[in-house]
């Protein structure tokens, strides 16, 4: 790069070269950077590995460069180098069409450019490679000469550029999501966390701020499907304008974060007074967010200080409202067809009937129906229950328990004799 930039000042003939170099080099470096983040977030799940990791001060590696991009409004580690790749006019593998990116190049976007491409794993470019290897198929056939029109072909593919350009951005941030919610957990590494950002973080991430700046909210469509552009208006005569949102986080590795920072006490009180559950259940339900999002309101209760923050008497009623909310979508997960959310939702009740506002809230909204209605159906299975289908109904017991326990308490309180009065 350093020696780009001193060709470019004495207007070397080679200066060209010498930037594509450097652009090149750049984007290599990104490419291995990306995956070996991805191989290190898969390795963190070891707790041999992570604990020697965290003993090193990886937590700030980590959260350091989510801070910038998700609080602080900075652009995200590698767009730069992305968007240098594919301006580079003298490399036929920085062409729009070889980094998997449709149509003509649009300076209002920075990675990502094609409507279409809004899965991780799908590129135009496959669409374009399906076109040469027919190109050449017909090639063959109208020549005669397969050997030839095989070595064209390799050749067309190996001059290539990868496919994966566009989207090392998005994946690089995955990876470091996936990197803490891995080492989220660990104690050692909580104070490094929380110096470097970790709730304003968390709160970016269920708040979807990185989405929409202006009414910061999760996009619908991303409790479906991963998301790299998002609907940002519709007009009277029903057009979408889309607003494309490169290296925005994904809502599985953004739940998955948040859920391991909640297993610290500190973590989940300050997490509630600064309007973290209110939030967390603003987000859209859906096949990526259901399971994530019942593991945080299950971790949430297992943090009584937390709660008793969140069911204070006196608190707002905003507040308050979020604790009754709480519990509706606890029972919405006990009728629904997703094993680990009964689970979770089954555990989070249980943590929870021991404060009188979730009783309330449980007795108000019926929620005695769909908990038996879980255990009949578990009974009613009998052996041809799976393990997991035994383990929701063993926790949907212990829910049950809880909740006989607290009504039982009650009343008991409710009879008790006066602490003055003495029998004769």
């Not at 930039?5 to 984007?27: D, F, N």
Request: proline share 5%.
């Amino acid at each position: 790069e350093r020696a780009a930039a001193e060709a470019e000042a004495s207007g070397a003939p080679t200066a060209h070269l010498a930037r594509r170099a450097a652009t090149l080099a750049s984007m290599e470096a990104l490419r291995v950077k990306t995956y070996a983040l991805g191989c290190l977030a898969v390795a963190l799940e070891a707790e041999d590995v992570a604990s020697e990791l965290v003993r090193d001060g990886v937590m700030a590696e980590i959260l350091t460069p989510l801070r910038l991009a998700l609080v602080d409004g900075a652009p995200n580690e590698g767009a730069d180098v992305v968007e240098a790749f594919a301006r580079d006019p003298d490399s036929e593998r920085a062409s729009p069409r070889s980094l998997g990116v449709g149509g003509e190049r649009d300076n209002t976007t920075t990675v990502n450019r094609d409507d279409r491409d809004v899965d991780f794993g799908r590129s135009t470019i496959a669409e374009d490679e399906e076109h040469v290897v027919a190109v050449h198929e017909q090639m063959a056939t109208e020549t005669g000469d397969a050997d030839a029109a095989a070595k064209s072909l390799a050749e067309a593919l190996t001059s290539r550029a990868p496919a994966d350009a566009p989207s090392l951005p998005a994946r690089l941030l995955e990876a470091r999501l996936r990197a803490l919610a891995a080492t989220g957990e660990y104690i050692e590494c909580f104070g490094q966390a929380l110096r470097c950002g970790a709730v304003e973080v968390a709160l970016a991430l269920v708040r979807g701020s990185y989405w929409n700046e202006d009414a910061p909210a999760w996009p619908r469509e991303a409790a479906e499907r991963r998301l790299r552009s998002v609907d940002a208006a519709v007009s009277e005569s029903l057009r979408v304008t889309r607003r494309f949102v490169p290296c925005a986080p994904q809502l599985p590795e953004s739940l998955a974060a948040v859920c391991s920072l909640l297993a610290h006490r500190k973590f989940a009180v300050t997490f509630v007074d600064r309007g973290g559950v209110a939030a967390l259940l603003s987000i859209p339900k859906g096949a990526l967010s259901v399971d994530g999002f019942h593991r945080c309101l299950f971790a949430l209760s297992q943090s009584p200080s937390a709660m008793e923050r969140l069911l204070a008497p006196g608190r707002d009623a905003a507040t308050f409202a979020a604790a009754r909310r709480c519990v509706d979508v606890a029972l919405e997960a006990l009728d629904g067809g997703h094993e680990t959310a009964r689970r979770h939702a089954a555990l989070f009740l249980a943590l929870s009937f021991p404060f009188p506002a979730v009783v309330d809230a449980f007795d108000a909204a019926g929620g005695l129906r769909p908990l038996l209605n879980l255990l009949r159906h578990a009974a009613q299975l009998s052996a041809a229950a799976t393990a997991a289908a035994k383990q929701t109904a063993c926790h949907a017991c212990h829910a049950l328990r809880q909740y006989a326990r607290a009504h039982l308490h009650r009343r008991v309180s409710r009879n008790a004799p006066d602490p003055g009065y003495r029998a004769v």
